[in-house]
């Protein structure tokens, strides 16, 4: 929402940038232990794209990904949602825009809903590739 109301406040935008930053590398680790890979390389991977979580938050976040189904198809939910709308702020007219708030702020909306509001926009929950996991590189 930041990114529409106050689009100039540098702070505000700086810091709703490393938001979406952070939730795509959730998505990426929660692609990645979805698919089978070893907890140890997602946690490499995790250190090579954010070097200032610690140990523990990694920890969580592939613990929270790793257990309950319901809980991670709940956690999907926030870096589909902030991708999809911090993609919406860069690129899509202000019709579009005007016309996708008035819907989601009546009722909530499916991706299948929101992308008949906006078909040009991205694939919601990214375009379906495997993740490459990255380690960390040596200063």
């Known amino acids: 929402m930041p990114l529409f109301i106050t689009p100039d406040d540098t702070p505000v935008t700086a810091r709703v940038r490393l938001d979406h930053y952070l939730q795509l590398v959730r998505a990426e680790l929660h692609q990645a232990v979805n698919a089978g890979s070893p907890v140890a390389e997602c946690a490499q991977h995790a250190r090579a794209r954010v070097p200032f979580w610690t140990e523990s938050t990694i920890a969580d976040i592939l613990t929270d990904r790793g257990n309950d189904p319901q809980l991670r198809s709940y956690l999907w939910a926030y870096p589909a949602g902030i ?21 989601v702020y ?18 919601i929950g990214g375009p379906g590739a ?3 996991l990255r380690k960390p590189s040596l200063p």
């Open 83 to 103: 991708d999809w709308f911090v993609n919406l702020a860069d690129t899509a007219d202000t019709a579009t825009v005007g016309k996708v708030f008035r819907a």
């Open 106 to 123: 009546a009722q909530p909306l499916t991706p299948h809903q929101l992308t008949q509001l906006w078909p040009a926009g991205p694939r």
């Open 130 to 132: 495997p993740v490459r």
